[in-house]
């Protein structure tokens, strides 16, 4: 079993609605959260940062984390076709050497206008 | 602000065929990755550098080496190409070691025949 699940989707969705989307994890000490989008052919770009449990707002853009449910989400308002991208869920935990960022498969948003 | 360089963009080399990706990054991160993401199987870890002048492997480092050349530059060898190693790489650099807010680079598009 992966460390962090997503999923694949594709999610479609028509603009102006809102995007939802959803990592789960088994690692407990997890405890940076990100979010990065990537358009095809780029690199992943960081979207939202969390620390700990908690919401995050930047934007259009909400980050939540649910530790005690291991499960952290990402909410896009007014979504508009330019949010047409794959999104990728990532984490990772300090630990006594270096923690590596684990990151989820990516699920593919589609916003038809 | 040019983030994290890398070169080249895309490259197709012969089985058996040495080659050398480049990064650099300009955000005196301490932290630096090779990352390769192939359909369906998400970002993979190759090698990390948490500090320079160390350097470690990563989920998949077999077929490769890595250099921490400096703060700025850690540089991947593939000495001898397999058809196996046709992915795209991405580099990444990180303030820390944990990899939280990890940036990356636009990605080389490598394919190996």
């Known amino acids: 079993q992966k460390e962090v699940e997503q999923d694949p989707g594709p999610l479609s969705v028509p603009e102006g609605a809102i995007v939802s989307l959803n990592c789960t994890y088994s690692n407990s000490a997890f405890q940076y959260f990100m979010w990065y989008r990537q358009y095809s052919r780029k690199g992943p770009e960081l979207l939202m940062y969390t620390y700990s449990s908690g919401n995050k707002e930047d934007g259009r853009f909400t980050a939540q984390v649910d530790k005690s449910s291991k499960y952290i989400s990402l909410f896009i308002r007014d979504s508009q076709p330019s949010d047409s991208a794959t999104y990728l869920c990532a984490m990772s935990a300090r630990t006594d050497s270096w923690g590596k960022l684990q990151f989820g498969a990516g699920t593919q948003v589609v916003v038809t206008p | 602000n040019a983030g994290v360089t890398q070169t080249p963009k895309f490259q197709v080399l012969k089985t058996g065929q040495s080659m050398t990706l480049q990064c650099a990054q300009d955000?005196?991160?301490?932290?630096m990755y090779w990352y390769r993401q192939d359909p369906g199987m998400g970002l993979r870890l190759i090698y990390y550098?948490?500090?320079?002048?160390?350097?470690d492997k990563g989920e998949v480092p077999n077929g490769y080496n890595v250099s921490r050349l400096n703060k700025r530059e850690f540089s991947l060898r593939l000495e001898s190409a397999a058809p196996s190693q046709t992915s795209v790489y991405f580099c990444a650099s990180s303030l820390t070691g944990t990899g939280e807010q990890a940036f990356f680079g636009q990605g080389t598009r490598l394919t190996v025949v």
């Open positions: 550098s948490a500090s320079e002048g160390t350097t």
């Open positions: 955000m005196n991160h301490n932290s």
